[in-house]
């Protein structure tokens, strides 16, 4: 049977972006899976600790170490993984912060980045590979090559190397200029922030379109 696993990580509420493209992401992935299930996990509503000094020891020291600490910590690891591990297709939701990832988002990967569990302790490879990891990523402004500030978007550069390790390879599709509507400096690029969300939409309306017949 296959599994989506869906997450989101704004702040915003009903005015996010990238949730209105996750939303749409699973609604699609739904009507072209119709016997799949989904989990969903809210990394802006309900974000996962930091790790801390015990949950950083908890991915070095051997379980028979653990106190209870270390086994809290790694318990959660556990769960995170598995939920990828269930997984065949993972819709992630990516706001722009401050030119970054959200720090949700960053305490996830974290959590991921476990040998014995995403990583082969011995042979380094990564051991959730294979699964379809679709990000939607959302961005206030225009980063784009050739505007005033590209290059600062650091957070989809940062994800494929942050995950690398783990077999993981995302693709992205990105919606920018979000901010246009609200922002009065902004007035005159709403129509190129329409037409980016136009473009996200459509890419994301087919992404498990079926593959058309060989005549």
Known sequence: MTHLLHVDSSIRGDASVSRKLTARAAAVWRTAHPGGTVTYRDLGHDPLPHLDAAGGLARILPRDQHTAAHAESWALTEELVSEI??????????????????????????????????????????LLGGRDFVVLASRGGGYAEGTPREGWDHAEPWLPHAILSTGLEPRFITAELTLAEVTPAMAGLIPLAA??????EQAIDGLW???????
């Open 85 to 126: 591990k269930e997984a065949d297709t993972i819709v992630l939701g990516l706001p722009l912060y401050n030119f970054g990832a959200p720090s949700s988002v960053k305490a996830w990967v974290d959590y991921l980045i476990a040998p014995g569990l995403s990583i082969d302790p011995e042979t380094h490879a990564g």
């Open 209 to 215: 379109a079926p593959a058309p017949a060989l005549g």
């Open 195 to 200: 037409k980016s969300l136009a473009a996200a």
